[in-house]
């Protein structure tokens, strides 16, 4: 069984940075590409970045791009999401999900698992 575990969270002001961290545990890490989804109040969840099962590849968001960093740690089964130049349209509540998908995706459909969701709070 697949568990991913979030943390980091927490309530900034605009232009502050923040790490979420997510934790794998369960079958190979190594195995899964992972994602760092959103989803703000009234709005569907939409992909902030995703990275490949050996973080040569990623994918993000037009509106992180330059700002958000996403990296895995495949010995420790972790995968981070470093945010700088916080803005409150990025206050959400971010999500940790993994797929054993071949590919990339934006879509949340091929994410097999999700964790509970971490809230980021950026005020003006």
């Known amino acids: 069984q697949v568990q991913l575990v979030e943390s980091g969270g927490g309530l900034v002001q605009a232009g502050d940075s923040l790490t979420l961290s997510c934790e794998y545990s369960?079958?190979?890490?190594?195995?899964?590409?992972m994602g760092w989804f959103r989803q703000a109040p009234g709005k569907e969840r939409e992909l902030v970045v995703a990275?490949?099962?050996?973080?040569?590849?990623?994918d993000y968001a037009d509106s992180v791009k330059g700002r958000f960093t996403i990296s895995r740690d495949n010995a420790k089964n972790m995968v981070y999401l470093q945010m700088s130049s916080l803005k409150p349209e990025d206050t959400a509540v971010y999500y940790c999900?993994?797929?054993?998908?071949?590919?990339?995706?934006?879509?949340?459909?091929?994410?097999?698992?999700w964790g509970q969701g971490s809230q980021v709070t950026v005020t003006a």
């Open positions: 990275i490949s099962r050996d973080g040569g590849n990623t």
């Open positions: 369960g079958r190979a890490f190594s195995s899964n590409a």
């Open positions: 999900a993994a797929t054993t998908s071949l590919w990339l995706s934006r879509a949340a459909a091929p994410y097999d698992y």
